[in-house]
């Protein structure tokens, strides 16, 4: 079973639509990390969500986490062709974790020009 | 500031041969963290060290894998007579000490293919 489940897992959209990723669990997270990984690389941290309904933007990326720390979505506006790639939720559940990071299975991103 | 560094970041290793894949975290970090990456599956945790103590290595496979982080030097990965099932990309992930925000930065990678 998966512990963090992301959706969609596959997404191709034109530049300049928007597009939201979710990442949901039963569990709760102490917090949620959001990556982006491009092919041959390893991922790129984006974001850090801690407070539940706490919500962060990056630049056109806007994050938000779940009242009970279960769940987590991904924003972008006006999509770009850059913005293509996989993006990874990654959590740290609760209790006594040691820190070790839980990840979704990855949504791929295309962004067509 | 440079980032976490891994070597080599291909390696090719026949099948019964060990593997010795390295790690050198970020400057000031003293968590490292490494994780495995299948073809078509996703990041799955291996093993949690800090300099010179395996803290958590729930998700190493129990025969063949082993890693250190010594007091002087990078954290190694070794994989001793791999199979064609351990061909996967492996990352090291660092993180500061202190923080409660468990932030991990990754490395690039290693790809090993066993043939």
Redesign the interface.
Known sequence: TQLLEQSPQFLSIQEGENLTVYCNSSSVF??L?W?RQEP??????LV?V?TGGEVKKLKRLTFQFGDARKDSSLHITAAQTGDTGLY?C?G?NEPG??????????TTLQVKP | NAG?M?NPRHLVRRRGQEARLRCSPMKGHS?V?W?RQLPE?????MV?LQKENI??E??MPKERFSAEFPKEGPSILRIQQVVRGDSAAY?C?S?PIGT??????????T?LTVT
């Open positions: 102490s917090s990390q990556y041959g690389e390893g991922p790129v941290l850090t801690v990874l990654a740290v974790n040691t820190g070790k990071l839980i990840f979704g299975q990855g | 976490v891994q968590h963290y994780y599956e996703g990041l799955k945790f949690y803290i958590d729930s998700g990352f992930a993180s409660g925000r468990h932030e991990q930065y990754f490395g690039p990678g790809r």
